[in-house]
C-alpha cells in the first residue's frame, strides 16, 4: 500500500531525496505511482503500456530532481513528465505495427530491374486533399485513433473515417492520372 | 467500397488474420496494391512535413502547458525550446492547422492530470487508501512481439524488485540512471526507441537507454542478446556492454553477451572496441563477426554466413541468398521438406522474416514476390515452383 501523504510531505521527501535519502525517494515515488497510473488509464485504458508509462514517468522524475527548484511545484514537474511520456506513446503506437509494406513483407529479387516513375509526388498528392482530411491524416500520424481524433475536432468517428476513405478515393484518381501522364511524355528530369 | 479496403485504411490494430486477408486483396487486384502503397507515402509524407514544419512533441507540451509552468519549474533546457517553438509555432499552424488540436488535446490531458493527483491527495491533503491505484511499483518487462506490432506484457514484478532497481540507481549515484529500461523475460521483446531505432531483445536480455531526443550521442547498455536496426544520425549510437563499446552509424547488427561480447553484422559500419582505454578497436564490415572475450585487448574478427549466428534472434535473415539455401534453412528452421524448381535455385533474395510468423505465411512471401506457387505434395513435402 502506498504511503499516506499529502503535498506537504511531498516537499518533505522532494528535499530529504536530493539531501540523499534513499527512503524519502522510495515513499516520494511510491506516493506518485498512484496518480500517475490512474492519469495514464483515463487516457488510454487498462492496457499492458500503462505500466511501462508509470515506470518511465517516474523515471523522469527521479532523473530531474535536480532540476526541480521548488520542491512545491512538484505536480507542475511530475505533470510534466506524465505528458512527455504520453506523447512519445502516441509517437509509437502506430509506426511498426500499422506499416502495411516493409522488409518483411517485400522481399527483394535482384534480377528484376526498379521500377521508374512508381513513387508519387507527395506535394501534389498532399495538395490535392481537403484541409480537413490533411488534418485527419496529419493527427492519425502524431499517433491518434479516429475516436479521439473525431474528439478533438469536434465531429464523430464515422464521419472522420467517411472523410479518409474519401481522401483515398481521391488520392487513387490523382494517382492514376499521373500514371498516364508519365507514360505519354518523356520522363521527367529529377 | 469494397470491405476489405475499409479494414485496410481504417483497421487501428492488425492481426495476421487482416494481412491475410490484404495479400488476397492484392492478389485479386495489383492496381489497389499500388494504390495502398502510394497512401503509405502520402501518409509518410505527410508526417515527414510535419516533422519539418512543427516544434517537438516535447516542445508542443512546454506551449500548451506554459500558463501553469512557473519559468522555475523548467530546465535551462526546457526554457530554450520553449522561448525557440514560441517563435516558431504561428508558422507552425498556419501550414498545419491540426497543430491547434494537438495542443487542445494536451490542454485536456493536463486537466486530466490535475484531477487524478486532486483525488489522490484530496482537499485535506491527505490521501485516501481507497482511492489509491492497487499495483506496486514494477521493473518493465517485455512480451513475445506479435508480428511487428510493439507489445508489451502487464508487468509482473514485485515491489521489492523496484525497490532494489530504485536503490541500485540511488546507491551508485555515479552510475546515472537511465532515461528508459527494458527487459524480456520468457519471450522475445521488440523495443522502439526514440530515434527510430528498434532493438529485438532475446529471453533474458535487458537493455537501459540512456539518450533523448536533446542528447548529442545515443548511448545504451545490454545484458544479454539484442537484435539492433539502427536509424542513421549524425549523433553517434553506442552500445556497451560489460567488456566492450561498439559505436555504428546508421546499421543493423546483433550483439551477444554470454562470453564476453560478440557483434556480428548485417548492413552498414561499426567499431568496436574493450571498455578499458588500454585496448584498441577495429572496423567491421557486413558478413563480418566480431569476438572480444573477457581480458581481450583488442577484438578477432570473422566472416559468418547470414542467416548463421542470427538463430537467436528469431530472424531468418537473407542477403543475396540463392533460393536453394533459403528454402534448406527454411526447411531446417521449420522441420519440413521444402523444395525448390531448378529455374529458381539460383535466384538470390534478399529479405528479412520473423521465424514465429510461420513457414506458411513465409514462403507464401516469398512465392508471391517470385511470382510463383508453392505446393504440397503426396509426401507432404512443400515445392516452390512457377
Same mark, same amino acid.
Given at each position: ?13 522532494? +528535499? ?10 522510495? $515513499? ?10 490512474? %492519469? ?14 508509470? =515506470? ?15 520542491? &512545491? ?16 506513446? #502516441?509517437?509509437?503506437? #502506430? ?5 502495411? %509494406? ?7 529479387? $535482384? ?22 482530411? *490533411? ?10 485513433? #479516429? ?18 476513405? +474519401? ?24 | 467500397?469494397? #470491405? ?14 487482416? *494481412? ?56 535551462? &533546457? ?17 501550414? $498545419? ?15 486530466? %492530470? ?89 529471453? =533474458? ?19 544479454? &542478446? ?11 549510437? +553506442? ?16 550483439? +551477444? ?22 585496448? =584498441?578497436? /577495429? ?40 533460393? =536453394? ?39 507464401? /512471401? ?12 503426396? &509426401?507432404?513435402?512443400? $515445392?516452390?515452383?512457377?
Amino acid at each position: 500500500m502506498p504511503p499516506i501523504a499529502d503535498t506537504v510531505q511531498l516537499a518533505s521527501w522532494v +528535499r530529504e531525496a536530493r539531501d540523499g535519502s534513499e527512503a524519502a525517494l522510495t $515513499h516520494l515515488l511510491r506516493a506518485l505511482e498512484s496518480p500517475m497510473r490512474s %492519469f495514464f488509464i483515463s487516457r488510454i485504458g487498462r492496457r499492458p503500456d500503462v505500466d511501462d508509462l508509470v =515506470q518511465n514517468a517516474l523515471l523522469r522524475v527521479h532523473r530531474g530532481l535536480g532540476d526541480l527548484n521548488d520542491p &512545491n511545484r512538484l505536480k507542475a514537474f511530475a505533470m510534466k513528465g506524465a505528458l512527455y511520456e504520453l506523447q512519445d506513446f #502516441y509517437r509509437g503506437r #502506430y509506426t511498426p505495427k500499422e506499416r502495411l %509494406f516493409d522488409i518483411h513483407e517485400a522481399p527483394e529479387i $535482384h534480377d528484376e530491374p526498379e521500377v521508374s516513375g512508381a513513387r508519387i509526388d507527395v506535394e501534389k498528392a498532399l495538395s490535392s486533399l481537403s484541409d480537413k482530411a *490533411r488534418r485527419i491524416i496529419e493527427l492519425r500520424e502524431y499517433g491518434y485513433r #479516429y475516436e479521439e481524433i473525431a474528439e478533438m475536432v469536434g465531429s464523430t468517428e464515422a464521419a472522420i473515417k467517411m472523410q479518409v476513405k +474519401r481522401a483515398f478515393a481521391r488520392m487513387r484518381d490523382a494517382i492514376g492520372l499521373v500514371l498516364l501522364w508519365i507514360g505519354s511524355f518523356p520522363p521527367l528530369e529529377r | 467500397m469494397p #470491405y476489405e479496403l475499409e479494414h485496410i485504411l481504417l483497421h487501428d490494430e492488425w492481426t495476421e488474420a487482416d *494481412r491475410t486477408v490484404l495479400r488476397q486483396a492484392f492478389e485479386a487486384d495489383p492496381a489497389l496494391e499500388a494504390a495502398l502503397r502510394r497512401w503509405e507515402e502520402l501518409r509518410a509524407g505527410a508526417a515527414s512535413r510535419w516533422e519539418s514544419d512543427v516544434p517537438s512533441r516535447a516542445a508542443l507540451v512546454l506551449l500548451a502547458c506554459q500558463d501553469r509552468l512557473d519559468p522555475a519549474d523548467m530546465s535551462e &533546457n526546457e526554457r530554450s525550446l520553449l522561448q525557440e517553438a514560441s517563435a516558431r509555432v504561428d508558422q507552425a499552424i498556419r501550414r $498545419h492547422p491540426a497543430v491547434e488540436d494537438v495542443l487542445g488535446r494536451i490542454r485536456t490531458e493536463a486537466d486530466a %492530470f490535475d484531477r487524478e493527483w486532486a483525488r489522490a491527495f484530496d482537499r485535506s491533503g491527505i490521501a485516501s487508501p481507497a482511492k489509491t491505484a492497487r499495483g506496486p511499483l514494477r521493473k518493465a518487462v517485455g512480451s513475445p512481439s506479435r508480428g511487428l506490432r510493439l507489445a508489451r506484457l502487464s508487468l509482473v514484478a514485485a515491489a521489492t524488485i523496484a525497490l532494489l532497481f530504485v536503490g541500485r540507481i540511488w546507491l551508485n549515484p555515479a552510475v546515472p540512471a537511465p532515461v528508459m529500461s527494458f527487459s524480456a523475460q520468457t519471450g522475445m521483446q521488440v523495443v522502439s526507441l526514440e530515434d527510430g531505432s528498434r532493438v529485438r531483445l532475446a529471453p =533474458q536480455a535487458s537493455l537501459d537507454v540512456y539518450f533523448d531526443e536533446s542528447s548529442t550521442e545515443r548511448r545504451v547498455r545490454l545484458q544479454g &542478446n539484442g537484435f539492433f536496426e539502427i536509424t542513421s544520425q549524425a549523433r553517434p549510437f +553506442r552500445v556497451e556492454t560489460d567488456n566492450a563499446l561498439t559505436t555504428v552509424l546508421g546499421t543493423t547488427f546483433g550483439v +551477444r553477451t554470454q562470453e564476453g561480447t560478440e557483434v556480428l553484422l548485417v548492413s552498414g559500419r561499426v567499431s568496436m572496441a574493450p571498455t578499458n582505454e588500454a585496448g =584498441q578497436g /577495429i572496423t567491421l564490415s557486413p558478413g563480418q563477426r566480431g569476438l572480444l572475450a573477457p581480458g581481450d585487448a583488442t577484438p578477432r574478427v570473422q566472416e559468418f554466413t547470414m542467416p548463421e549466428g542470427f538463430e537467436w534472434s528469431g530472424l531468418l535473415i537473407f542477403r543475396s541468398t540463392p533460393m =536453394q539455401t533459403v528454402v534448406e534453412r527454411l526447411s531446417d528452421a521449420f522441420d519440413l521438406s521444402i523444395s525448390v524448381s531448378d529455374d529458381l535455385k539460383e535466384t538470390p533474395l534478399t529479405g528479412t522474416f520473423e521465424s514465429e510468423r510461420g513457414s506458411t505465411t513465409i514462403l507464401s /512471401i516469398i512465392a508471391s514476390a517470385l511470382g510463383a506457387t508453392v505446393t504440397e505434395r503426396a &509426401n507432404g513435402s512443400l $515445392h516452390v515452383h512457377r
